[in-house]
C-alpha cells in the first residue's frame, strides 16, 4: 500500500476520536466512538480461548471497523436510530470503501458483507459484543447520565443477539445483575431536592402552559413548591430530571438547575 493511502485511511479514522457516543465514562467525560470500537475490540481479543472453533482474528478486525461509517453521520443512539439513518450510513461507508486500495478495499468490504449477514459465528459474536459493550459502559457511568428510557432497556437490552451462545448470555445475565445492583445502590435521594426548594422556578412560557394543564389561578412554583412538600409525595430521579407525584399532580423538575419544566393531572 502506498504511504499516503496509508495515512489517508488513518487520517478519516482519526474522526472517531472527536465522534462522541451517547455515554459517559466513570468520571463524567464523554466517550468518543473510538474508545467505544477500543474496547469491543479487547473484548474480542479476550475470548480466543473460550470459543476455540471460531477465528476470533477476525472477530478482532470486525470489531475494529464496525463503526467507521460514523466517520461520516456521528453517533446515533441504538434507540433512535432509524432505517433511513442506517442507509444513509451504510451508502457513505460503501463509497468510501469502495475508493480506498484494492485489496483493503476488498478485504474491508468482505467483512461487512459478513457482519451485515449475521450468519457466521464470528459476525454473531461480534454484534454481540458491540451491544454487551455499550450496557458495560452504562454500568460503569454516573446513573444521572442515563436517559429516561434506559433504566428499563438496559435491562433486556441484546438479550436477543447473545441467545446462540451459553457463554455470552452467562456475561449477559452478570451485565443484568450489575445493572440491577446499580439502580438499588443509587436510588434516589430526594435530600437534594427538597434542600434546594427555594431555587425552585419556572419560564414564561413554562408557567403558562402548567397553569393551562392544573387550571390554576395561583403562583405555578408556589403550588409545586408545596406539592412537593408533601408527606404523601412520591419522588424519583431518573437521567436528568426530578418526577414527583403528588395527589392527582405529576410534576417534572430538572435536577441540575431546579427549573420547573412541567406539570400535569395524572
Known amino acids: 500500500m502506498d504511504p499516503r493511502d496509508y495515512l489517508n485511511i488513518l487520517h478519516m479514522a482519526e474522526r472517531l476520536k472527536d465522534t462522541i457516543r451517547h455515554c459517559t465514562t466513570s468520571k463524567r467525560r464523554e466517550e468518543s466512538v473510538a474508545e ?3 474496547r469491543v475490540s479487547l473484548m474480542a481479543f479476550l475470548l480466543k480461548d473460550e470459543f476455540p472453533d471460531v477465528n476470533m482474528d477476525k472477530v478482532v478486525d470486525m470489531c475494529l471497523i ?19 439513518d442506517r442507509e444513509v450510513e451504510d451508502s457513505l461507508l460503501d463509497e468510501w470503501v469502495g ?25 454473531k459474536i461480534y454484534k454481540a459484543l458491540d451491544k454487551l459493550e455499550a450496557l458495560i459502559q452504562h454500568n ?52 437534594d431536592l427538597l434542600n434546594n426548594l427555594d431555587r425552585l422556578h419556572s419560564t414564561k412560557m413554562g408557567i403558562e402552559r402548567i397553569k393551562k394543564n392544573l387550571e390554576l389561578n395561583e403562583d405555578v412554583v408556589d403550588f409545586c413548591r408545596q406539592k412537593i412538600m408533601s408527606k404523601s409525595a412520591l419522588v424519583k430521579r431518573e437521567g436528568k430530571n426530578w418526577y414527583i407525584l403528588s395527589g392527582d399532580c405529576m410534576i417534572t423538575v430538572n435536577a441540575n438547575s431546579y427549573t420547573i419544566i412541567t406539570a400535569h393531572r395524572k
Open 99 to 123: 475508493s480506498l486500495p484494492k485489496e483493503v478495499s476488498k478485504n474491508m468490504s468482505s467483512l461487512y458483507k459478513e457482519m451485515d449477514a449475521q450468519i457466521t459465528k464470528e459476525a
Open 66 to 84: 464496525h463503526d467507521l461509517g460514523e466517520c461520516f453521520t456521528g453517533d446515533i443512539p441504538a434507540f433512535v436510530k432509524t432505517d433511513s
Open 140 to 191: 460503569e457511568s454516573p446513573i444521572d447520565t442515563w436517559s429516561e428510557n434506559e433504566y428499563e432497556l438496559n435491562k433486556t437490552y441484546a438479550f436477543d443477539t447473545v441467545a446462540f451462545s451459553k457463554w455470552l448470555t452467562d456475561l449477559r445475565n452478570e451485565i443484568l445483575n450489575d445493572t440491577i445492583q446499580k439502580i438499588d445502590n443509587e436510588k434516589t435521594d430526594i435530600s
Open 36 to 38: 467505544h470500537s477500543w
